[in-house]
């Protein structure tokens, strides 16, 4: 048995949570070292009574300050900063990381674990959306191992050979065949969607996600975000990565290969699994889930996806076969379009519309250093505001 000393970057979120439930469960197998949050702070403090971290990371120095005084009389060092979440991702005796901030602000994080050669748990999707070529670049220079926590990526990662060369075509590897539940609005009228309330689109039936991951799965711009995350960590072209609807959410994707077999992985929807699947991996830990009762379940269900019902899935291709920086771009005026509809600021078909002409505008860019990106990243979401503000 190994025990993994853990860095785990935005603990306080549903993945961080998950992860310490985990991590709970197998006290002789993991040890947690630094525990990262932003704003919930009173769950950062209690996780770190109860998981007496080495270090706790928070952005802002009143953050900290607030951090500071909850832990007085606990041996637990209080950082803040991104350079902090860097540090912390890429401390020596640290050799496991999960990267489950949310957002663009994941990314710098999530790249220190890398270089640093870490056992990098990547839930975190946005950094590979965003900066794809330079993560996979920084995870090979550095030597780490990356672990997929995305449900469906995880379930790829399952169900691919091992190890896994970075070459579908050698492994006879035909498609990557990613499945999505379609969400809160699957089978909603059409001509309704324009009414449709924060409250309603963070109502997933299968899953219980962050707000932010939530809405994207109600428009499939999860999905289409996790096409471009399986690009890169697959390196699939975008015609090896299709898309089933799979409402009941137990098949988390497969892999069809050349002779006709398709793998698949299963199991309930608890983001336990592919947690736990990662932290222990290549040995396997109880994760105290519902076993999978088939007979119980009796179907399962799969439909194409309604490109009308959901244009931001074709967005999310676009992006990728336009290339360059065309996906940070549809990232980062995603991230600005989620936060004004969950503001109650445009309407829900808002965000897709949002998208379209900042990708019309901005797309197809090349982008040769992260900071040509990290530059590109701030022109989309100017211009996803302007366009938001001018409606
Ligand atoms: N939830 C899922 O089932 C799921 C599945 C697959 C992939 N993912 C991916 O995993 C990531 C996390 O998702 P989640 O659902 O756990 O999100 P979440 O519940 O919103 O949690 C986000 C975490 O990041 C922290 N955070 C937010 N903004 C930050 C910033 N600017 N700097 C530093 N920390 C920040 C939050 O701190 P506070 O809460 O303390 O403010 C929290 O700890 C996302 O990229 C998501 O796409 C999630």
């Known amino acids: 048995m190994t025990l993994h000393n853990l860095t785990i970057l935005g603990a306080t979120g549903t993945i961080g949570v998950n992860t310490l439930d985990v991590v709970a469960r197998h006290p002789d197998r993991f040890n947690i070292v630094a525990l990262s949050g932003q704003n919930q702070i009173d769950k950062l403090v209690e996780q770190c009574r109860q998981f007496r971290p080495k270090y706790a990371v928070v952005l802002t120095p009143e953050k900290a300050q607030e951090l500071k005084a909850a832990l007085a009389g606990l041996a637990i060092e209080v950082l803040y900063g991104v350079e902090a979440l860097e540090t912390v991702a890429s ?76 070459n579908l075509h050698v492994h006879g590897v035909r498609r990557i065949l990613l499945t999505a539940s379609g969400g809160p609005f699957r089978t909603r009228a059409v001509e309704t969607l324009a009414d449709v ?53 137990i098949i988390h994707s497969m ?14 929807p608890d983001m336990r699994i592919p947690i736990a699947h990662a932290l222990a991996y290549p040995e396997r830990v109880a994760t105290g889930v519902n076993w999978l009762d088939l007979p119980k379940l009796g179907q399962l269900t799969f439909e194409s996806p309604d490109t009308r019902r959901f244009p931001c899935l074709g967005l999310a291709y676009d992006a ?43 797309g197809g860019r090349p982008a040769s250093s992260l900071d040509d990106l990290s530059a590109i990243d701030t022109e989309a979401r100017a211009l996803a505001i302007e366009t938001i503000t001018a409606r």
């Open 91 to 166: 401390l020596p005796e640290v050799d496991t990381v999960m990267a489950a901030i949310v957002g663009a602000a994941g990314m710098r994080p999530a790249l220190a674990a890398a270089r640093a050669g870490k056992r990098v748990l990547l839930a975190n999707k946005e950094t590979l959306v965003m900066a794809g070529q330079f993560f996979m670049d920084a995870v090979k220079a550095g030597g780490a191992t990356l672990l997929p926590i995305d449900s469906e990526h995880n379930a790829v990662f399952q169900s691919m050979p091992e190890p896994y060369t970075g």
């Open 197 to 249: 309330t924060p409250e309603e689109a963070v109502a997933h039936p299968n899953w219980v996600m962050g707000r932010k991951i939530s809405v994207d799965s109600a428009t499939m711009m999860n999905k289409g975000l996790e096409v471009i995350e399986a690009r890169w960590l697959f390196n699939a072209l975008p015609e090896q990565i299709d898309v089933v609807v799979h409402p009941q959410s």
């Open 255 to 268: 892999v069809e290969y050349q002779d006709g077999s398709v793998l698949a992985q299963l199991s309930n």
């Open 320 to 362: 990728l076969r336009a290339g360059g920086s065309s996906a940070a771009v549809l990232n980062a005026a995603n991230e600005v379009a989620v936060e004004a509809f969950l503001d109650h600021r445009i309407a829900y078909l808002t965000i897709p519309a949002t998208l379209s002409k900042v990708l019309d505008r901005l």
